[in-house]
């Protein structure tokens, strides 16, 4: 997993910095103004790491009150990394925050910044950083800190992501050589796997390869098992005549020769992790991207 380590003299750490002075200079020192300069600095951090900022985030409060951070950082499964929160320099910035965690405002991994100082709190705990971010190096260390922290079950989920990333190849490449293997020994496959071709040519491509559909095949028998279960889709294969066309082939490829659970065993951590912890706001992201096409 790709870490910062955010130094006093990077770009971003200096425009802020010049920001401020500017603002300043126009006597523009209210939250707003501010917050566009922190919000610069988060985001241009963020997307080192392939995540995004969010600007008035919604998150639960106490009492079911509905409540909006400034900023949430999300990576690309839409996980929420951490939080930000911008006072102006008027505000009593102990106060605030006293004020916003007593509303239920996340203190998983948070920032409540102000132009001279920044608290962060993570995992519940106010941390010791110098607090003083008119030096660079003490922004510097806030944000390493910021963005390096991991909660365990993102620790987990990363581990998990990571391990499938480097197995696919390795599955990937066993599936092609089972698809070659079984089209020149296996006449029920080589039936289904030319019916399917066929289909394919028709509702996609006439100009569509065969390699182009061993490839969406090996795509189906990688990924199906995990979708299925994070969208709980039970349905789809049915419904979708692409999809239940590929399962046909798949299930004349497998009969044979091997259990398409001990195929795909190596990624059930990854599967299982999936299914209990992935939020429910990721599902509803994508289970409307989730479409065969031609590879």
Known sequence: MLQLNVKPGDRLIKGYYEALGRFGHQYADHEGAVRVAFHDVLS???????????????????????????GALLDFWKQRRGFWEAKDEHDDLEREIKAKIEKGYPTTNIIFQAPDRAILY??????????NIREPKNLAALLTEFFRYREPDHEEWDAAVAEFK?????????????????????????????????????????????????????QHLLTERIFARIFKNTDFRNKNVIAAEIEKVIQSMTSRHFSRDEFL????????????????CFRRQWSCRWRYAAV
């Open 44 to 70: 241009g951090y963020s997307k080192r790491l392939d995540w995004t900022l969010i600007s008035e985030y919604p998150v639960p409060g106490h009492h079911a009150r509905n409540l909006r951070v400034d």
């Open 122 to 131: 993570q995992h519940g705990i106010r941390q010791g950083l110098n607090e």
């Open 166 to 218: 480097q197995r696919i190849p390795e599955l990937a490449d066993r599936a092609e050589h089972l698809i070659e293997a079984e089209r020149k020994s296996n006449k029920a496959f080589r039936a289904s796997f030319d019916g399917f071709y066929e289909l394919c040519r028709q509702a996609i491509n006439p100009n569509l390869s065969a390699e182009a559909v061993e490839k969406m095949l090996i």
């Open 265 to 280: 065993s190596v990624s059930d951590h990854l599967k299982t992790y999936l299914f209990e912890h992935l939020p429910v």
